[in-house]
């Protein structure tokens, strides 16, 4: 057994932000994109960042975009928050994954499908509030902890998962006593991100509905979005379709739109 403490311990490893980044952030909650541009620029892997993520073919840039104030100035201020946020994940990736079969760019392409995605469901929502955008960094955030936690286990997890069709989240539970949501809580708390971010992530489990509506909503959402996107066979393959249990009675009412909006035949 994992205890809580050392979950919280390993939590509170991950490493601060380097300056410049903690100052791009500063900018981009105080609207100020120019200045959090011209921060940025002086972050060389920060920028290759950007420039590597926003040009995927998945963000729909016709040509190639490598100025960080007009990368920003696309993106607009949540957006780029999203992307700035999603950079700082990336800094905790290990090296090497263990259990989940990803790397670098698989990873990456996770973040940035995601990201895209939820934008969409925001615009269709027309709801434009930065904590409910940041929300999303959180599973891929959870996701490298979940990593680091199931590796110190490693041959248990594995013996599991050959005797029994039991889930990962299952697992996550029974070895620390807390799941994939419950850890994007944790860190939420330690990034100091707004309470209803992790709020959104525990109703996006689709077992742990909120007393809110508008979160329970936007939970909804959220857990076809990860459904839809972890059933991917490449996520499949690197077995994080494993944390979504599909509770089709919680989403019933918005499946139909949530299938028009993500054009599923």
Known sequence: MITKEKVDAYIQKIPPAPE????????LNQGELTKAAQIAQTDLPLKAYLVDLVNKPIFGFRNEVSDISQIFGILGVEKSQQVVYNYMVSLLSPAKWQLFALNKSSFCDLQADLSTKWQKILLHLEIKDADTQNAITLLPASIIVAEALFCEKLDDVKLLRS?????LNTILARLCGMDLFDICQRIAQK???NEKSAEILQAASGVKPSNDETINTLGKWMHLLLFYTLSKPVYINAQLNDFIDFQIEYVGDIYDDFATLMEIT
């Open 20 to 27: 410049a980044l903690q100052k791009t952030i500063l900018f």
């Open 191 to 193: 990034w100091n991100m």
């Open 163 to 167: 005797t029994s069709e039991i889930d």
